[in-house]
C-alpha cells in the first residue's frame, strides 16, 4: 500500500505538462468539424440568395459587408515595424517606421 502511494505521487509530479492522451495537436474537435461543415453546407445552399442581397446594397451599406465578409477571406495584417540608428557626425538618430 505504501510503495502504491510512492508510485503515485512519483508519476503525479513528473507528469506534469506532458501530453498523456487526447487529441493531435491541430485535429479539430468533432463539435467544431460539425459546426464548420454545416455552416458551409447553409452557405452554398443560399449563394444566389447571398449575391442577390448584396447586389441590392448600395453604398455604405454594400461597403460594410464586403468589409466585414473580407475578414473571412484574408488574414489581417499585422503591424510591422522597423527602427534603424544612423550615426551622422557624431549625432546617433533613431528613425521608427510603421508599417
Do not use: H, W
Amino acid at each position: 500500500m505504501l510503495i502504491t502511494s510512492k508510485i503515485d505521487t512519483f508519476r503525479q509530479d513528473n507528469m506534469k505538462g506532458l501530453k498523456t492522451g487526447g487529441r493531435e495537436q491541430g485535429t479539430l474537435n468533432r463539435v467544431t468539424q460539425l459546426q464548420r461543415e454545416f455552416i458551409q453546407s447553409l452557405l452554398d445552399s443560399q449563394q444566389d440568395k447571398i449575391k442577390c442581397e448584396l447586389n441590392s446594397l448600395t453604398g455604405k451599406d454594400y461597403l460594410s459587408v464586403i468589409t466585414g465578409l473580407m475578414e473571412y477571406a484574408m488574414p489581417k495584417l499585422q503591424q510591422t515595424e522597423l527602427t534603424s540608428k544612423l550615426t551622422l557626425v557624431g549625432k546617433e538618430l533613431e528613425d521608427e517606421i510603421y508599417i
